[in-house]
């Protein structure tokens, strides 16, 4: 049953092979979960309110609009095959602990990027109002290294390309880890505001203090708000929409990005808060009220049964498409048990932030940004033309061609419309099957007790959801015999970006004790990622 009057143009973005991809047996890291999301939208009947894209993989030079040309063609090189003899270029470039090294860790990492580079141009276009690619949401790598279980930045490469078009863009992240990849990238620039709601003190990656508010003509335009573990709903909305409303108030921003990481639900392996599904998609539904232009990324989410239900609830948010609660039956029904339903429920874990720590920290946010003048104006540049990627812009002229795939998944079904086997109960329309699982031995089961702090999600639940992904790799003939090897020693002080931190010094997604926070001085970096932002908006990209 759909709800609202206004129905905003939604774009969808998926590609069948990223959910092939593996990090290794005993890492949190599933690609997967993007083919159990795809599924459950498929199954809800959600495609057919889309106009869905298959996107292809960045190319080199897309990726090299951010990344530096010598840690993209190692990312090419890198295989299991040759790794022990490039141990010297692995810790350069920040691979082979949270981010390993796994067959097809290039093309994986193209195919995040190409899917959020194509959703930013979809979006420039003017022919959608929304853009999803759950497939994306890497905003921990940085210009030249991989970090926190991202090789590639698309958040960061999904912005270029909105700047062509939007003199201002707003990012917002509701991963429970800080975003500090995109605002490192863009700590020097008014042209980009970035607004991050994340886990702060003992926690990766250490970044995202009160007081980091960007530097040079980037001072004020990053704003963090840190939060304490437990957070539920109501609190996170009391201080997430007061501080929004006032960022899009003053800033003016012409699109909006905003990163869904489902780390920060309730249950989590790796995260700490505890919102449940509905909570977590009212940030969704605040930030698509604005009406302006909006990607949906995906990003951090470790349980991957919640991730789906989230990513897939707010897909049905875009569309104002109300879902039913029971799930739908689909190849991945056994994820889903005992209670089958579209749901992620708080724990009682308590809430760590108290009414007067919010509201101090909504006091100290607002004053920041009384410093931002209203809707700061930039300097006017030729913009490139983009060359059509798809099949109905490459033959839009033809008057008698053959009706392609892709063409047939981006037809909008129209609500009165009835599809051939609906009602049928056969399933016809499902896009993509996959191979039936096998059962493996149960001992290679359980995740290494030191990757993990005690979130409250049941071992059992954990347990049985890693053995339905071994099971699924199996089934595709992926070798599951690599291990992750140790973190490196948590840092004891505050930890500045990335280009200016020692590379010995760098946290751990996977080591709970993360860094502690402390007082600092931000400097302003010198080159690193906002020399290259810098230079690619000189140029126009």
Not at 57 to 79: G, S
Not at 136 to 151: N, R
Not at 425 to 449: E, K, P
């Amino acid at each position: 049953m759909a709800v609202g009057s206004n129905k905003r143009r939604v774009s969808y973005f998926y590609h069948p092979d990223i959910g092939s991809y593996h990090f290794g047996p005993r890492h949190p890291m599933k690609p997967h979960r993007i083919r159990l999301t795809h599924s459950l939208i498929a199954n809800y009947g959600l495609l057919k309110k889309l106009e869905v894209h298959r996107p292809s993989t960045a190319t080199f030079l897309e990726l090299t609009k951010f990344h530096t040309d010598e840690y993209i063609e190692f990312l090419e090189r890198i295989c299991p095959d040759n790794m022990d003899e490039m141990l010297k270029s692995q810790q350069k470039f920040n691979v082979g602990d949270d981010c390993p090294v796994f067959d097809g860790v290039y093309e994986y990492s193209a195919y995040a990027a190409g899917g959020s580079i194509a959703a930013a141009k979809k979006l420039n276009s003017g022919t959608t109002d929304i853009a999803i690619h759950w497939g994306g949401g890497m905003h921990h790598a940085k210009k030249s290294e991989a970090a926190g279980f991202c090789y590639v930045n698309d958040i960061v490469l999904a912005i270029l390309e909105l700047l062509k078009q939007h003199q201002r863009v707003l990012y917002v992240d509701i991963d429970v880890h800080h975003g500090d990849g995109v605002e490192e990238a863009f700590y020097t620039t008014d042209r980009v505001m970035t607004l991050s709601f994340h886990k702060y003190g003992e926690f990766f990656p250490g970044t995202g203090d009160l007081r980091d508010i960007g530097v040079g003509r980037g001072k004020h335009y990053a704003v963090n708000v840190p939060l304490k573990a437990g957070i539920r709903d109501e609190p996170y909305q009391s201080i997430f929409q007061p501080v929004v409303r006032q960022v899009i108030a003053r800033y003016k921003p012409n699109a909006i990005v905003l990163q869904c990481g489902a780390d920060s639900l309730a249950g989590d392996r790796l995260g700490c808060f505890n919102l449940s599904m509905k909570g977590h998609a009212a940030s969704v539904e605040f930030l698509k009220s604005f009406d302006l232009p909006l990607l949906l990324l995906g990003g951090g989410g470790y349980t991957m049964r919640n991730v789906s239900k989230a990513w897939c609830y707010e897909t049905g948010v875009a569309v104002d498409e109300v879902l039913p609660e029971e799930l739908p039956f689909s190849q991945y029904h056994h994820y889903y048990g005992p209670d089958y339903r579209l749901d992620v429920a708080p724990n009682n874990r308590e809430d760590m932030n108290t009414r007067e720590y919010l509201l101090d920290i909504q006091s100290k946010v607002l004053e920041n940004l009384r410093n931002v003048p209203f809707a700061p104006g930039v300097q006017t540049h030729d913009v490139p033309q983009d060359q059509p990627d798809s099949d109905i812009d490459a033959f839009a002229d033809a008057m008698d061609i053959r009706i392609t795939e892709a063409m047939s998944d981006q037809r909008i079904v129209h609500p009165g419309e009835l599809s051939d086997s609906e009602d049928e109960g056969d399933n016809r329309r499902a896009h993509h099957s996959y191979m039936d699982t096998m059962d493996l031995d149960q001992s290679d089961r359980r995740f290494s007790d030191r990757l993990f702090q005690d979130d409250g999600v049941d071992d059992a639940d954990d347990e049985r959801e890693d053995g339905m992904d071994l099971d699924v790799d199996a089934a595709n003939g992926i070798a599951s015999t690599a291990t992750v090897p140790s973190s490196f020693p948590p840092s004891r002080e505050y930890s500045p970006p990335s280009a200016l931190r020692p590379k010995a010094a760098r946290p751990s997604i996977l080591d709970s004790s993360g860094t502690h926070e402390g007082s600092h001085d931000m400097n302003e970096p010198s080159g690193g990622a906002d020399a290259n932002f810098v230079g690619a908006i000189h140029h126009g990209a």
